[in-house]
């Protein structure tokens, strides 16, 4: 059978899950369109006025051609991994990219920006593409698509491709510093979940059809919060994970609510479980270290304090389960890309 055929029965019946409606047939995915952060992004960092970059070695050392492209890992991100495995294209092309062509359009693109999130005060500290802005570039992106390929396929576009949002880990790591004067860490939780709740309203408004939304992950526990806030032993900083399972909570919820008054398809994805376990048990995975990254002493490094020069980048990657301080290796996100999928597809057989 068709791989990308089965992917999208995968992917219709989660988010048809939500709204008790059976899979739709013989319908193929013809792009991938992602909103968000660093996880995602492919590029779009690179010529912005913004610190947050990751268009250097060692960025992009298992990359094809060992190219520096952008993506905040060794090799390929979650976006490019997906995008594969729905046989739409071997990687995607960040909107904002020099190369762009009106014939990539139609592959779906990549707006998310590295250092992004919910609340708009994280992407104007770090000078990056926030989520409003995004949606803006999608609605220019939609304009193009009519003005090269007609209305019809614009239509096309938007009811049968995959919209992806993935955000809120720099709201919780980062931003909530700033805020906590006037948030506790619960109320701040559910503030990102209410401006969560509004971009789906306004992503659906412009006309996506199947939408889906990536929890928050355990960011207590990546190599940069352990050594902020873990202590000699290097724990997980469990006051984070604990904001985001509450931001999960208030988000599904959410979600729930919005399946019912959408006219799009809406679905929470919980990725949070399935990388707390790679980083819990990192040897069931084939990893040897979990609690620190492979660039530089990875401790800390991101931006350029994970740079070429480093003596102490480790040989091999997949070894770690985060490449620098923040972000997974490529091996470590195509497990999890994996999970997800299997998690879902043995619904597939009842």
Known sequence: MDPRFICFLLLSFIVEATTGSAPRNNITVPALIVFGDSIMDTGNNNDIPTLLKANFPPYGRDFPGAIPTGRFSDGKVPSDIIAEKLGIAKTLPPYLGSNLKADDLLKGVIFASGGSGYDPLTSTVLSVVSMSDQLKYFQEYLSKIKQHFGEEKLKFILEKSLFLVVSSSNDLAETYL????????????????????????????????????????????????????????????????????????????SLDALTKELPSRVVYIDVYETLLDIIKNPTKYGFEVADKGCCGTGLIELMELCNKFSPFTCSDPSTHVFFDAYHPSEKAYQIITDKLMDKYLKYLNN
């Open 178 to 253: 700033v805020r906590s004067v006037e948030y506790s860490r619960n109320s701040y939780a559910e503030y990102l979940a209410q401006l969560a709740s509004d971009f789906i309203k306004e992503l659906s408004g412009l006309g996506a059809k199947y939408i889906g939304v990536f929890s928050g992950v355990p960011v207590g526990c990546v190599p940069a919060q352990r050594t902020l806030f873990g202590g000699f032993t290097r724990l997980c900083f469990e006051d984070l994970n604990n904001m985001a399972l509450h931001f999960n909570s208030k988000l599904s919820s």
